[in-house]
């Protein structure tokens, strides 16, 4: 699976490294997955495997390093990632408080595997892609001293799937973890807002800055070419979470209005295997309909077929059913030319101030987004036309070394006896 979070931290190391900055990325839980040139090192802590068998039995928390070093091989995990260990919040929840709990958990001897590294590397700071796996903050700034930063996109959804006793446990670890963290970065005021109330934390310690994407090689995008009929895309993991059922359904009520025969749904996103009921019921909808011949599943894409995907359709609509924290794929589109339909609500209202590009629309009412989709596309020339006019924006502003600066600003802020150039800063993902 592309995660977005992994998309956008690999951006992030790859501009701060042009920028003349030691900047290492280093994967948790599972090897990055990305659709651009990796950036992350080739190392893995806290692997998703390892993690999962010292949870299950002690055996495995005294296990030789030549043996825990086997069973972190980063391709080793990816392979058994891909076919049967998840990340579903409802099973991991006993691990997942055990992470949180850093050295007092289950893991510890993970926790001092990553501190021995890190105190041959040295960092001037660190940055944590989520605060759900930096259970090792506490022993980090008591081994290093150096400053943490956390960025939020996304710990609430995964919280919010926890069952008890387990989502109690949870929500006292990452409040306690909260204290000792230096800044929290957001891509959203409405997520700043949520996270801080989550966290009880003051405002203070939330940095908002905008999301950014690399948009270097959508310059090289073609030009997209007259067509028959219309396309509506969806460009996001296939999940009830995402909204896809909502958008199924409006479609249909869409495809079957006399002035919208001409009319196609493209889909392209990842499938687990938790959603493949999920999705067959969507095919069964629109089997039902009659419209089979009017939507086309593309798989997972890469990034040479998304650009393709981009390329083909002229509107893109990803009806959430969260208030989605950041919003990588409405940059994608932009940087594509293409216009949206976004629920009225997490950081959507934000994105559609900053670029005026599409509609938003009422959340989890599928008549309502029907109803848009139609104006949207009678309105579809001048929503076009100020896509573009992002997309030349994006093209020309650099976005992802911009927000790579603001990262500087923020981290030399932190840092002791701040050097202009030479820092050296460790991004954990996951």
């Known amino acids: 699976m592309y995660c977005g979070s992994c998309l956008h931290d690999n951006a992030i190391a790859r501009a701060l490294m042009r920028l003349g900055h030691d900047a290492l990325l280093v994967p948790t839980y599972t090897p990055i997955l990305t659709d651009e040139h990796s950036a992350a090192a080739d190392k893995l802590f806290f692997g998703g495997l390892n993690v999962y068998l010292q949870q299950l039995s002690p055996v495995f928390r005294w296990l030789p390093k030549w043996a825990d070093g086997f069973l972190s091989q980063p391709k080793l995990v990816q392979w058994i990632a891909s076919r049967s260990m998840g990340t579903t919040a409802d099973k991991l929840g006993a691990l997942t408080v055990s992470m949180l709990r850093g050295r007092d958990g289950n893991q510890r001897k993970e926790v001092d595997r990553l501190c021995d590294w890190l105190k041959d590397e040295n960092p001037d700071a660190i940055v944590f892609s989520n605060l759900l796996i930096a259970g090792c903050a506490p022993t980090i700034k008591d081994q290093l001293g150096c400053p943490i ?22 929500a006292t670890e990452l409040r306690r973890l ?8 957001v891509h959203s005021s409405d997520y700043a807002q949520r996270m801080a109330s989550m966290l009880d934390v003051p405002m203070e310690k939330m940095h908002v800055t905008p999301l950014s994407i690399d948009t ?27 909204g896809l059922h909502l958008l199924v359904d409006a479609f249909i009520d869409l495809a079957h209005r006399d002035s919208r025969q001409d009319v196609r749904l493209d889909i392209a996103g990842w499938l687990g295997p938790q959603h493949e009921a999920y999705w067959q019921e969507q095919k069964r909808k629109i089997s039902a309909a009659g419209l089979d011949d009017r939507v086309h599943y593309h798989g997972s894409v890469d990034r040479v077929g998304k650009l393709e995907f981009l390329s083909k359709i002229e509107l893109l609509c990803v009806p959430t059913t969260y208030r989605e924290p950041k919003g990588l794929f409405v940059l994608e589109a932009l940087a594509a030319g293409v216009p949206y339909v976004l629920p009225d609500h997490g950081a959507f209202p934000e994105l559609h101030a900053r670029h005026d590009s599409g509609h938003l629309v009422k959340p989890e009412d599928q008549t309502a987004l029907a109803d848009k989709l139609s104006e949207a596309l009678d309105d579809l020339a001048e929503i076009t036309s100020r896509a573009r006019l992002a997309r030349e924006q994006m093209l020309s502003g650099n976005m992802i070394e911009a927000e790579a600066k603001y ?21 954990a993902n996951r």
């Open 149 to 170: 930063v956390v960025i939020l996109q996304g710990d609430d959804i995964f919280y919010s799937a926890l069952t008890q006793p387990h989502k109690d446990q949870a």
């Open 178 to 185: 909260a204290q000792l963290v230096d800044r929290f970065v």
């Open 216 to 242: 270097a090689d959508f310059a090289n995008m073609p030009d997209s070419q007259p067509r028959q009929s219309l396309t509506i895309g969806y460009l996001a993991r296939l999940a009830p979470e995402k």
């Open 407 to 427: 990262w500087l600003a923020l981290l030399e802020e932190l840092i002791d006896d701040t050097q202009n150039n030479g820092q050296e800063i460790v991004l």
